[in-house]
């Protein structure tokens, strides 16, 4: 399959913690990087590999995966994480082709 | 730091081709990457387009890939994407991006500040 499924919403209250996920059949064989947006802005990498963060991104952005779902953990939401959230990986039918989860509105209360 | 910036016409009229190109700046685009088209209509969500490698290898995306096409110009440092046979559903901020891939995991760590290309008589 070269479909990656993110919840449309979630909302996380500030300071507290809040999990975004992403599934797929590619991710048991390929790491997810995950893109933060905001509005009128391109995309911003938060999180690439097994968990790495680039340069500039707080230690609060956190990666995980595990069998075909990974995850996006930020622990102590802040006000300016509101964002969208998207997830990427690559078509796991050995296509080599690109695929992007369909996006995370994160509302921080 | 590799910076990206893309350009073209603002405006395509339906049947028509959208053509856009992507400049990299601060790395040559000879480097081992992966060099993509990334598109956002509207109020939705991301939408992988296509991707080139310096030596003209490409992949494209199955929904897209009759009417796409995408070039890499070495000596100017660039890539450009065609597109075909556009409708209003084309309306998109397009993106070019730096794909780097690794074993098991791949990732884009530059973005250019995309362009919206609107589709409309």
């Known amino acids: 399959s070269s479909e990656l499924t993110q919840d449309p919403a979630v909302s996380v209250a500030l300071g507290q913690t809040v999990r975004i996920t992403c599934q797929g059949d590619?991710?048991?064989?390929?790491?997810a990087s995950w893109y933060q947006q905001k509005p009128g802005q391109a995309p911003v990498l938060v999180i690439y590999?097994?968990?790495n963060r680039p340069s500039g991104i707080p230690d609060r952005f956190s990666g995980s995966s595990s069998g075909n779902t990974a995850s996006l953990t930020i622990t102590g939401a802040q006000a300016e994480d509101e964002a969208d959230y998207y997830c990427n990986s690559r078509d796991s039918s050995g296509n080599h082709r690109g695929v992007f989860g369909g996006g995370t509105k994160l509302t921080v209360l | 730091q590799v910076q990206l910036q893309e350009s073209g016409p603002g405006l395509v009229k339906p049947s028509g081709t959208l053509s856009l190109t992507c400049a990299v700046s601060?790395?040559?685009?000879?480097?081992?990457?992966?060099w993509s088209w990334v598109r956002q209509p509207p109020g939705k969500g991301l939408e992988w387009i296509g991707e080139i490698y310096h030596s003209g290898s490409t992949n494209y995306n199955p929904s897209l890939k009759s009417r796409v096409t995408i070039s890499v110009d070495k000596s100017k440092n660039q890539f450009s994407l065609k597109l075909s046979s556009v409708t209003a559903a084309d309306t998109a901020v397009y993106y070019c991006?730096?794909?780097?891939?690794?074993?098991?995991?791949?990732?884009?760590?530059?973005w250019g500040q995309g362009t919206l290309v609107t589709v409309s008589s």
């Open positions: 601060g790395g040559s685009i000879s480097s081992s990457n992966w």
């Open positions: 991006a730096r794909f780097l891939e690794r074993t098991w995991s791949g990732w884009y760590p530059n």
């Open positions: 590999g097994k968990n």
């Open positions: 590619s991710l048991r064989s390929y790491y």
